[in-house]
């Protein structure tokens, strides 16, 4: 039976695209359909893009060529079985190459091949030298159509495996490795060359300690991964492998098991990427704190509920260097922690867990034979891409030097407010006897307002004479003046620096006092509001007395109105409205006036 060599398949263009590639399977379909349609040419072909590429051939030398040159483009118009008697005889292929060849094609019977959604994918068919008017038998129709079942189940499977084998060989960051039961490599990927060194076929059949430390081999390391992937679903670690050059490079690694459907453990697959970067640095970093020995680094892993500590860290809280680096339990890192910082400390790490919620504690540890010692820790929950909880990480500082300066200040400053009384008593009873004779109301308005005085100064003097919270002031300063039910207070917490502290302090006091003789709080239904705010950089606060006499505005203005006049620290930003309703006073300052400390 002649070749035809002066064509492409079963069309007429003359230059060759590619050669066929066969395939075995295949290659059975296309002599099962020659040999139940009794025909001495079969050929299936697959489609791509806009040509028909020969996959199996028996009877014929065929190469890809543009479908709309082949006989089969008929078929795949015709969407299903296409047989044509005589080729000669049919409008369609009179004129095709391969039957005006001597000798010629005849006869031709082809079955389209699709997928599930009926998209084409090529074609089997059948060929003889000689017309056929009956065509095929009915069984020869019902073989061939079965083949072509066969045939789009072959390319079906063959289409999912080159898919996922692209994707295999796709992600070049990550080593790719598949392994039978015994750790026996069976797949490589092209990732795994580029990092590891080894192509797929020296690496084929190679046991998979092959990158694994010297080290690591002595301990057995890739039989616990293989162990961990059975028992947990995976096995996680970050350690040194090597490359076939013999470097040797960090990487953080997942072993996990590969089953068939049925649920039957067939072999594993490792993912390795490269991280030698990141662990130089983490390594230049850690040393850096090594010589300052002042800081540890933790991790604690999502996976075995384990937290591996630095050596700064194990020496820090008492424990064994080798036992911290290789994993311990919660209740083994926190064995020294004081008891009464526990429920805390467990509290705040519970959040991180179950919320996400950043974390920073401060607590103690009681170390046998050393002194008692304080350690800050903060850290955060780390996730990945697809936003599951991976580590737990943070550093711990101890700050013990820092909580005993505190502790030493805390005395200092309350032996300053001490005499800072005092000095006031002293200061108010120097008062006293100097004006003794002189009209009882000024001296009363002079020693409230030293009162006054005392009280700013006993707050700023707890606070390291910095600054204090708005609400500490108001607490201090007004429940002297009057009932606290009185008082109607809204706005934010707010920080006011020492020079702030001490005008609010006294201007506050001048408000109060005046309402207790002519506003508001002279009667028993009067009340005053309180408010106060942030206008982008600008602090307003209003004073605002109700359920009291008319607001009146004195004509002589005495040492309280000169000082309300002035406002806060100095500004002189006041609007004073003597309203029928009673008074309101609106002030207002820069933020920064607020909050500055004169030191």
Partial sequence: ?????????????????????????????????????????????????????????????????????????????????????????????????????????????????????????????????????????????????????????????????????????????????????????????????RILGWDRDEMIGRDVDAFFTPEDREAGISDKEMQSAREKGRGMDERWHLRKSGERFWASGEMMPLRQPSGKLEGYVKMLRDRTKERVAEERLEMALASSGAVGLWDWMVDSDLLHGDANFARLYGLDIDETKAGLTEEQYQRYVVADDLEALRRDIREVFEAGADFLVEYRLDIPDLPLR????????????????????????????????????????????????????????????TLRGIDQKVIDALQSRLAALSRAHEILVQTSWSSTSIDELLDRVLRFEGDESRFVFDGPDLVIGSRAALSLSMLLHELATNAVKH????????????????????????????????????????FGSKLIAMGIAGTREVDLDYAPEGLTARFECPRETLEFDQG
């Fill in 1 to 193: 039976m002649p070749a035809v060599d002066d064509n492409t398949g079963m069309g007429s263009r003359q230059a060759p695209v590619t050669t066929a590639e066969t395939d075995p399977q295949l290659d059975d379909i296309a002599l099962l359909a020659a040999q139940i349609c009794a025909a001495p040419v079969a050929l299936l072909g697959v489609l791509e893009n806009d040509d028909q590429v020969p996959r199996a051939t028996l009877g014929i030398h065929a190469k890809t060529a543009p479908l709309n040159e082949l006989i089969c483009q008929h078929t795949i118009d015709t969407g299903g079985l296409l047989v044509i008697s005589d080729l000669a005889e049919d409008r369609r292929t009179k004129t095709h190459a391969l039957v005006t060849a001597k000798p010629s094609l005849r006869f031709y019977a082809g079955m389209m091949l699709a997928d599930k959604s009926g998209t084409p994918l090529g074609s089997l068919c059948v060929m003889d030298y000689e017309p056929r008017p009956g065509g095929l038998t009915t069984e020869q129709e019902a073989g061939l159509k079965a083949l072509a079942r066969q045939a789009m189940t072959l390319l079906s499977v063959e289409s999912e495996r080159s898919r996922a084998r692209t994707v295999f060989d796709s992600a070049i960051d990550y080593a790719i490795i598949v392994m039978d039961l015994d750790g026996t490599v069976v797949d490589w990927s092209e990732g795994a060359q």
């Fill in 519 to 558: 506003g508001s709080l002279s009667v028993s239904d009067g009340k005053v509001f309180l408010s106060w705010k942030l206008r982008e950089e600008t602090f307003c606060l209003e004073w605002k007395e109700t359920g009291g006499p008319p607001a009146i505005n004195s004509e002589s203005k005495g």
């Fill in 374 to 433: 304080w350690v800050e820790c903060k850290g955060r929950m780390l996730y990945s891409a697809d936003g599951q909880p991976v580590r737990f990480s943070g550093t711990a500082v101890d700050i013990t030097a820092r909580k005993l300066a505190e502790e030493q200040r805390h005395l200092l400053m309350q032996e300053l407010s001490h005499r800072v009384k005092n000095t006031f008593a002293v200061v108010q009873a120097i008062v006293f006897q």
